[in-house]
């Protein structure tokens, strides 16, 4: 049985925070609503924090090979593209044996320096989950360092005498190496209060209870539908779009669920096709697009990226619409954050050294 | 658009309460009241900048400035012992299951400075994610993530040295 000393704190959380004479909040109560899963969260935090998006990179399932060129003819809206992904994510056997699970992301978002330039930092998060009692799960954040944002920019950054440290202005200022400084950071985690389905935690019995039916999941998903804010969208559609592309995109749930969550965004209003793009690996895969306004953030494109022939999910953009508030520097069109899924691999290797906090 | 007033004072029926779990667990209950008044004083004032989507984390760092700047950092940490006692003693009294647990993370998190405190109950307590109570706190959530392992490491520092090592593994 794990410990967590942060869950043991939300426990003890004094009633006393809460005025007197009224009803404690629904939203503080410990477990009720609470942050999600908290260091993984805080590495998942990383991925997307340019634009306030956490999302805790993560699939167990998907296809390693990279997507071939779409066959011809290529569907031609999103909601085709998206339901012969459906069709097709059940096609694929799942990473199975060896002592490890091992399901990576990579992720980056862009920040202005006091260059002028912009610089995309990147960074790699691992669950590696454990087949057996006998380990233990553990989280591994690995920063990447960071690379100029656009070939300009990185005529700029050379300019200015290629700084292995640049400094980053906004939004907090802070010194970024551009060469991955080869630490990784890592905590022993519990699988079963590891991931979050919208602003809610969500167990993996949850999970595995999810719907496979369209609809039925659609329903399933919107119950937790709380009018969003925070970091997720308000808007009802808009808040459906990205829980379900986290359903796909970040949790381990069965290939028929993420069947059924291609359709559910197939479904969606205002949802298109972009025809064939590449992720940030180079990847090739078919993407399909929405508009989401972000609170104090403006309005973004938010790009998913998949292979219409495997099922699997490959990426995540945010791209700036119009950007505003702490992210108002970007510019229309810009990329303003990344996740890659990375194919899980089965591993009987142990999880690599790392810094740790509690053991 | 929405009068300002009415949006104010749905910002304030949405967040006070918030504000003033937050004020509580910095100053105490005596003070939190001024806390979260003189915070919505600041809001209103500077209601073009209030964030119309998600204001907590911006209500949250202003109720941190409000802290700091009226209060001296003697008085504060005065006034929030009271407060952790109080805790503490409301911890002990309770006959609920994990009464010692309670009590002890408790005692345990009375023991930190006031910054790891902070750190901690953004996440825990006022159902912040991490990118959020890096807002409030100032600093980027890369460095939040860094501070939030140290401060964790501390409080289970604090708790392993108030408990005997059966009570958790």
């Known amino acids: 049985m794990s410990f967590d000393i942060l869950d043991n704190l939300a426990t003890a959380r004094p009633d006393r925070l809460d005025p007197p004479g009224r009803p404690p909040l629904i939203l503080d109560s410990a477990g009720t609503r609470r942050a ?11 991925v997307t924090a340019a ?11 998907g296809s390693s090979t990279p997507a071939p060129a779409p066959a011809a003819p290529e569907p031609a809206t999103a909601g085709q593209l998206l ?19 091992v399901v990576g992301s990579e992720s980056g978002w862009t920040v202005p320096t006091d260059g002028g330039y912009q610089v995309v930092e990147k960074e790699l998060s691992q669950y590696w989950f454990a087949r057996s009692d006998a380990d233990k799960s553990w989280v591994v954040v690995e920063p990447l360092g960071a690379a100029p944002a656009s070939a300009a920019d990185r005529a700029a950054w050379a300019a200015h005498g290629s700084p292995a440290v640049v400094h980053v202005t906004a939004p907090k200022p802070f010194d970024l190496s551009v060469a991955a400084p080869g630490k990784r950071y890592g905590n022993v985690i519990d699988p079963q209060h590891l991931f ?7 167990s993996q019995t949850e999970l595995d209870a999810l719907p496979t039916e369209p609809a039925a999941l659609r329903n399933a998903l919107l ?12 808007d009802r559609n808009e808040w459906l779009f990205s829980v379900t592309s986290s359903v796909l995109m970040d949790l381990p749930v069965s290939r028929a669920v993420r069947g059924a969550a291609y359709h559910v965004l197939a479904g969606l209003p205002g949802v298109r096709a972009l025809g064939t793009v590449t992720d940030q690996r180079g990847r090739s895969g078919q993407a399909v697009a929405t508009t989401e306004r972000q609170a104090g953030q403006g309005t973004f494109e938010v790009r998913l990226i998949f292979d219409p022939n495997t099922g699997a999910p490959l990426a995540r953009e945010y791209r700036a619409v ?16 990344y996740a890659l899924v990375l194919a899980p691999e089965a591993t009987d290797d142990n999880p690599p050294a ?3 906090p509690s053991r | 658009m929405a009068d300002a007033e009415q949006v104010f004072t749905a910002v304030y029926e949405a967040h006070h309460r918030q504000v003033y779990a937050y004020a509580v667990a910095r100053v105490g209950r005596d003070l939190a009241d001024e806390v979260v008044a003189d915070t919505f004083l600041v809001a209103w004032r500077r209601y073009a900048s209030l964030p119309r989507g998600a204001p907590l984390p911006w209500l949250l760092a202003v109720a941190r400035n409000v802290v700091r700047e009226r209060y001296r950092a003697e008085v504060r940490q005065q006034a929030v012992a009271a407060e952790m006692r109080a805790w503490i003693g409301d911890a002990v009294a309770d006959v609920a299951d994990g009464v010692t647990e309670r009590a002890a993370v408790l005692a345990a998190l009375a023991k930190l400075s006031e910054d790891d405190r902070e750190l901690l109950t953004l996440v825990a307590w006022h159902g912040l994610k991490p990118a959020a109570a890096a807002t409030v706190v100032g600093c980027s959530t890369a460095t939040y993530f860094v501070r939030l392992h140290r401060a964790r490491k501390r409080l289970e520092d604090a708790l392993a040295q108030l408990l005997p090592e059966e009570t958790f593994r």
């Open chain 1, 36 to 46: 999600r899963p908290r260091l993984f969260v805080a590495a998942g935090a990383l």
């Open chain 1, 51 to 61: 634009a306030g998006v956490v999302a805790v990179a993560l699939a167990v399932s």
């Open chain 1, 83 to 101: 339901l012969a992904a459906a069709e097709h994510s059940e096609a694929v056997a799942p990473a199975t044996g060896g002592r490890y699970l």
């Open chain 1, 196 to 202: 979050a389905l919208g602003d809610l935690n969500v």
């Open chain 1, 223 to 234: 119950k937790r539908y709380r009018g969003g804010g925070s970091d997720m969208p308000t």
């Open chain 1, 322 to 337: 119009a950007p505003a508030g702490r992210l108002a520097w970007l510019k229309a069109g810009q990329l303003s954050s």
């Open chain 1, 354 to 356: 790392v810094i740790t």
